[in-house]
């Protein structure tokens, strides 16, 4: 049987962690259920996702500047090409294969600020691309939120209906597609992918406290006011490490993207203790063994969030969209939720200190409900194969796309 030839596509090897962490998992899956698929991907950092997970990748936009501000004549008009040329570069690349699979990330939400021509327009090329030439993309695990911009809208929702297959990270991303009409009958509602990664074991650190921040300027909806959240929350979190500080604790400042390194520079300065330490990770096992070596973990971005619930460590949101408090209910920590527009460090500490009195309690819930996320992953992964891999030959050994 000829081999599947398999494509991923999406922001990976951009920086962001979870992203990566998604595609891992996905990488994962096809190299153990499907040895003989030939996978290649079409992405935001093609030189870190071939040098770090060895498949040949390509550069998901012709114009490199794409995510930069254009307020310049020549960058307008690079964009504005980009735009056509994209066109034919993503049909080209999608004819080439069977099967392409957005693995996980927010795809279909816009809770961080975002433009339609960008990420979105890829992906509506991407999916109708897919319809014209026959090959099945599947957007598995997505992210999703009913977007209020209509062009916006309008790309997503179309990118999602054009799509072969669909699943969802939580209930409230399918019940936003539906809101936006996509009929969402057959979408299947699973974990994130980044809990089918394994575990690292801890190397405990007592006393020790993970606080992980975020380059943070509020939601798509709130440009106008973006640096008034920003710095309400940057003051906030501040003030409560430093808080900890003060009474002796160990914190570890993680991140979950490369923009998030100014925020930790200007906590480190203002509180300007030894105590407090930045974190070097550089993937989502990282974090997780971060994680699982702390007493707690009080975290804004949401795979910070996935890492510590899954390494099973007692943890505290500072929750900037619905899809942070949805993942704090079904780990059971639905208590333990702070608002990152409106970050008040006395109350956020008095919330602290109820999740440390319930530690032992909350690492029993953490510990039954990943084993639950854990077998419906599996469930997730046999889906796939179902829908994308129909009598699939697995003798063969996992080659590199030429």
Known sequence: ??????????????????????????????????????????????ETVTARYGIPATRLHWYRGEYRTASRAGAVAGKGLGKLVDVVRTAAWVRRHDVVIV???????????????????????????????????????????????????????????????????????????RAMGVDTTRDE?????????????????????????????????????????????LDGTTRFVRALAAEGRRVRLLTGDRCDAPVVAAILDAVGSPLVTAAEAASLTDLMREAAAADAVVATRYHNLVCALKAGTPTLALSYAAKSDALMERMGLGAYRHPAREVDADRLLAQFRALERESAELRRILAERNRAAARRLEEQFTALTTALFPGADHTHVLREAS
């Open 103 to 177: 693995p996980g990330m927010g795809v279909l939400e816009a809770t961080l600020p975002l433009r339609p021509w960008g990420f979105p327009y890829a992906l509506f090329l991407l999916c109708a691309g897919g319809r014209l030439f026959g090959t099945r993309v599947a957007l598995v695990g997505v992210g999703a939120d009913t977007i209020r911009d209509r062009p916006t809208r309008a790309l997503v929702r179309r990118a999602a209906k054009l799509a072969a297959y669909r699943s969802y990270r939580d209930t409230l991303s399918r019940d936003a597609m």
């Open 189 to 233: 509602v699973y974990p994130d992918l980044a809990f089918a990664l394994p575990t690292p074991p801890a190397a405990p650190a007592p006393g020790t406290v993970c606080v992980g921040v975020m380059d943070f300027h509020g939601s798509n909806d709130d440009r106008g006011r973006a640096d008034e959240i920003h710095r309400r929350y």
């Open 1 to 46: 049987m000829t081999a599947a030839r398999v494509g991923v596509f999406g922001l990976l090897g951009s920086g962001n962690l979870g992203n990566d962490g998604s595609l891992e998992a996905v990488l994962g899956h096809l190299r153990a259920a499907h040895p003989e698929a030939v996978v290649d991907a079409l992405c935001g950092g093609p």
